[in-house]
């Protein structure tokens, strides 16, 4: 297994310094020690230790910087809408650091490019993006501390994303959605999943969504929650009116 060490010794090479100054061009100030960047973008298949022995990769500074992500935010919130309570501050945070908005933000930097990693980056799954994301934060966190964590999710998060406006309107889950309105009107609903598998090989899911007995929205997917999101949005947009005037 690889030790630190090494890592430490490849600093001085050429890739090395492409890579540090293209963290810089994305961070946008120079790192201080290089190191953590470098175990932000390390998977766990590479199988590296620390030189006490420790795990050498990303999954840690994921932790961290999801923390550092939801600290921010909710600074930021609790300062721009001085009106919000606490469950519209905790659910404006949820919409901003989604698993599906922090995708975004990875893939728009294509931070999936700088990974080192035993397995073909293809067969990763769509969170890769955002957990690398996450862990980029954490080792901004680590090198330069609070202040310099919080203008780089200010530069990168909050000015191009959180639109207060926007997300006050945006479902993050159209199934939790759904399940809330059927409960207030006491409506029955059922998701029968069943497998669905196609022609190519890949495994799928198929959803019936029931409401009071009735077959509302059919869905098919590669996972049975992504399923059964799919026919809940469908099912949202068929009683889109009764739902959004409750």
């Excluded at 600074?75 to 606490?86: A, I, Q, R, W, Y």
């Excluded at 949820?94 to 990875?106: A, F, P, Q």
């Excluded at 191009?160 to 309105?181: F, H, M, N, R, T």
């Amino acid at each position: 297994m690889k030790i630190l060490k090494n890592i430490f010794q490849k600093s001085r090479s050429k890739e090395d310094g492409i890579f540090f100054n293209e963290i810089q061009t994305i961070i946008g100030f120079k790192p201080q020690s290089i190191i953590y960047y470098q175990k932000a973008f390390t998977h766990r298949s590479t199988n590296q230790l620390d030189l006490n022995g420790n795990p050498m990769n990303y999954e840690r500074l994921e932790f961290l910087g999801d923390a550092m992500l939801s600290a921010v935010i909710a600074d930021h919130l609790f300062n721009k809408v001085p009106t919000g309570d606490e469950g519209y501050l905790t659910k404006m945070r949820s919409k901003i650091v989604s698993r599906e908005h922090l995708n975004e933000l990875g893939r728009d930097l294509n931070l999936i490019r700088f990974v080192e990693s035993k397995v073909p980056t293809q067969h990763f799954g769509e969170n890769i993006h955002g957990n690398i994301f996450e862990a980029l934060v954490g080792a901004i966190f680590l090198d330069k501390g609070y202040d310099f964590c919080q203008k780089f999710i200010q530069k990168s998060v909050i000015i191009p994303y959180v639109d207060i406006a926007k997300l006050e309107g945006k479902v993050i889950s159209y199934k939790s959605l759904l399940i809330e309105w059927c409960q207030k009107e006491k409506k029955l609903f059922n998701y029968e999943v069943y497998d669905d598998n196609g022609n190519d090989g890949q495994k799928y899911f198929g959803v019936r969504l029931s409401i009071d007995d009735k077959v509302i929205a059919r869905a098919r997917a590669t996972s049975k929650k992504k399923a059964e999101e799919k026919a809940s949005q469908r099912a949202y947009f068929a009683f889109q009116e009764k739902i959004d005037n409750k």
